[in-house]
């Protein structure tokens, strides 16, 4: 059984368009993120979130938006998409502690717009 | 703040010769450290990570890292490089001061000549 999943695996779509990536992990963990990774494979956190607090990267757009609708879900809603989100979107979960924690990646989305 | 520098961003050895690829950190507390491999097409795996623990990180397919303070450094060693590694590699950086947030070198393009 996959452990973090996302769909879909590949999105196509015009510039202007409204689109969601879902996320979904089966390993009971509290704490979800979403990252991008450019075209020069650099990756960056874009969210972190658990059922009490949700962290927003400051360089991430107001058009992004990560929406919960239970601890086992992190969907990613993006408004009016623009060239320049074209990317690989990395779903992650882990279990928070008091020390460091392990995080466990998805198979990644590859979003292209035209 | 953290950061993490990945020195090379390709790395070419033959089948069956060491493999090296070199890590900087930066860290304002003691780090957690990790290191990823990502293949074509694929997500994230956890190669090995470094809690605090043993400096010397024995991880999954050969791999180890050593952990050094007085050089801020994680470099990943293999005694001995497979077709099936070529891939890319991500070390990574996360410290209570962070709240955990994962942070990202640049990465490592292994390749492996037959």
């Known amino acids: 059984d996959t452990a973090v999943s996302q769909t879909p695996k590949y999105l196509v779509t015009q510039m202007g368009n409204d689109k969601s990536i879902k996320c979904e992990q089966n390993?009971?963990?509290?704490?979800m993120y979403w990252y991008k990774q450019d075209s020069k494979k650099f990756l960056k956190i874009m969210f972190s979130?658990?059922?009490?607090?949700?962290?927003i990267n400051e360089t991430v757009p107001n058009r992004f938006s990560p929406k919960s609708p239970d601890k086992a879900h992190l969907n990613l809603h993006i408004n009016s998409l623009e060239l320049g989100d074209s990317a690989v979107y990395f779903c992650?979960?882990?279990?928070?502690?008091?020390?460091?924690?392990?995080?466990?990646f998805g198979p990644g989305t590859r979003l292209l717009v035209l | 703040a953290q950061s993490v520098t990945q020195l090379d961003s390709h790395v070419s050895v033959s089948e069956g010769t060491p493999v090296l690829l070199r890590c900087n950190y930066s860290?304002?507390?003691?780090?957690?450290l990790f290191w990823y491999v990502q293949h074509p097409n694929k997500g994230l795996q956890l190669l090995l990570k470094?809690?605090?623990?043993?400096?010397l990180v024995k991880g999954i397919n050969g791999f180890e890292a050593e952990f050094k303070k007085s050089e801020t450094s994680f470099h990943l060693t293999k005694p001995s490089a497979h077709m099936s590694d070529a891939a890319e590699y991500f070390c990574v950086v996360s410290d209570r001061d962070a709240g955990n947030m994962l942070t990202f070198g640049g990465g490592t393009r292994l390749m492996v000549k037959p």
């Open positions: 860290s304002s507390y003691s780090p957690s």
């Open positions: 979130y658990n059922n009490k607090e949700l962290i």
């Open positions: 390993l009971g963990h509290d704490t």
């Open positions: 992650a979960s882990s279990q928070s502690a008091g020390g460091p924690v392990t995080q466990y």
């Open positions: 470094y809690t605090s623990a043993a400096t």
